[in-house]
């Protein structure tokens, strides 16, 4: 497919245009950055890494029935996607304590939750610095209904146990992730954006060792080895 307009340039992501206007191509980049963007770096391979990483559980989820914006494989670092109007909310899912969940409630990062999983919801705003908000902050500011953020709570909370047991059987401990969602032209929610160890913590189920971004945010070394062995493992 003829890539056209380069329509947005994320932190992680370019977004172009194609010859059809409900399709985009969402091609992966090598940079990362952590806290707010304060930590800049270069991951060797990282974007064919996520691509791929990204296929793989794009389809896994459209297979147990999961509406997602994925279409298919475009090059080692891009995959086709449908076009969504996205919801300017993230959604973070949690299994077990870590980040700053740990931070807010002073569970000890490891910490099974007693009800997993806990659904939270944060707003896309750069200059708030994405907030955490309550049901109140967002029926105030009006950024998503209420029968939109069921929808999608519910979405993500099958995602959850999809992934969850996929990951376990893997040998990988799915500890949280963050999920976007969108609306496509026929008012459908979809599952946007990616999902690869930049937006989850996995840790080795036997040794508890992080298999993820954390590696790059804490300066752990073995950055694109991890990832490596997340697509080996899911693949
Ligand atoms: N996350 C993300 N993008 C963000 C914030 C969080 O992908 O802007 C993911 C993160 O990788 C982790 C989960 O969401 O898997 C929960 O992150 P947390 O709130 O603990 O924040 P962190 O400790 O990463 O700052």
């Known amino acids: 497919m003829t890539r056209g307009e380069k329509l947005y340039e994320g932190k992680a992501k370019v977004v172009y245009a194609t010859d059809d206007p409900d399709v985009y191509i969402q091609d992966f980049k090598d940079s990362a950055t952590a806290f707010d963007g304060k930590k800049k770096g270069t991951i060797q391979e990282k974007g064919r890494l996520n691509n791929a990483i990204s296929t793989r559980l794009f389809s896994l989820l459209e297979e147990n029935g999961v509406q997602t914006h994925f279409l298919g494989k475009d090059s080692e670092t891009a995959m086709r996607i449908n076009r969504l109007d996205m919801f300017q909310v993230e959604f973070v899912v949690r299994n077990v304590a870590a980040g700053s969940l740990s931070k807010r409630i002073g569970y000890p990062e490891g910490t099974p939750l007693k009800n997993p999983p806990i659904v939270e919801y944060y707003y896309k705003d750069d200059a708030l610095g994405d907030p955490l908000l309550c049901m109140a902050h967002l029926d105030e500011l009006g950024v998503i209904s209420r029968e939109d953020l ?86």
């Open 150 to 235: 069921e929808k999608a709570t519910a979405a993500a909370v099958k995602i959850n146990s999809v992934l969850k047991g996929f990951f376990a059987e893997r040998g990988l401990t799915l500890v949280d992730f963050k999920l976007e969602f969108g609306k496509d032209a026929d008012g459908v929610i979809r599952l946007g954006d990616e999902i690869s160890p930049d937006t989850c913590r996995f840790w080795d189920s036997e040794t508890g060792e992080k298999l993820d971004k954390d590696r790059f945010r804490r300066d752990l070394g073995g950055v694109e080895d991890a990832y490596e062995e997340v697509l080996r493992r899911i693949s």
